[in-house]
């Protein structure tokens, strides 16, 4: 049931601009796959499926090839090395960065496609980073937290990748 369902929400993704998770259970539950949120954020975990913002500016899901989750990887480790604090004001997230980090932490930020993210400045420990609106630069905060987070589980994954192309 699970290989079917995953199938089924890689098959969803690539034919249809899905831009959020209830969507996406929608579609699911069309094609006969009933599933809970955190199913389904399990699943898109696991199939390597993130958010990124596509041309036209609209978020919609898409699947990382191996290469995009070795950027992946990199991007949520600067990340996580790099930042100290986020603090929004009005559509700006100021970002504090350990000292010489901060154009790294910007160029992983304009890599990561971010949806809502505009562009970003750095300096050489603090970064301006412009948001679509100033309802959507706490959302942006949550979802850089949760990049970085993720990086701990990401580094186990690139080095099993390492190893297998360096084989």
């Known amino acids: 049931m699970k290989a079917s369902r995953q199938a089924k929400l890689i098959e969803i993704i ?30 898109l975990r ?20 191996n290469r995009d989750n070795v950027n992946m990887v990199r991007y949520t480790r600067v990340l996580k090395d790099g930042i100290l604090t986020m603090e929004a004001a009005d559509n700006i997230i100021v970002i504090k960065t350990v000292a010489g980090l901060a154009m790294a932490v910007a160029a992983a930020l304009d890599n990561l496609n971010l949806y809502g993210v505009v562009g970003s400045i750095a300096g050489d420990d603090t970064i301006m980073c412009v948001i679509r609106s100033k309802d959507m630069a706490d959302e942006v905060i949550d979802s850089i937290s949760k990049y970085a987070a993720d990086s701990a589980s990401n580094k186990r994954e690139e080095d099993k990748d390492v190893t297998k192309s360096s084989c």
């Open 14 to 43: 690539e034919q249809e601009s899905v831009k959020t998770q209830d969507e996406l259970a929608e579609r699911l539950l069309a094609a006969g796959y009933a599933s809970t949120q955190a199913t389904i954020s399990r699943d």
């Open 46 to 65: 696991e199939l390597k499926i993130t958010k990124m913002a596509v041309p036209g500016g609209e978020p919609k899901y898409v699947q990382l090839t």
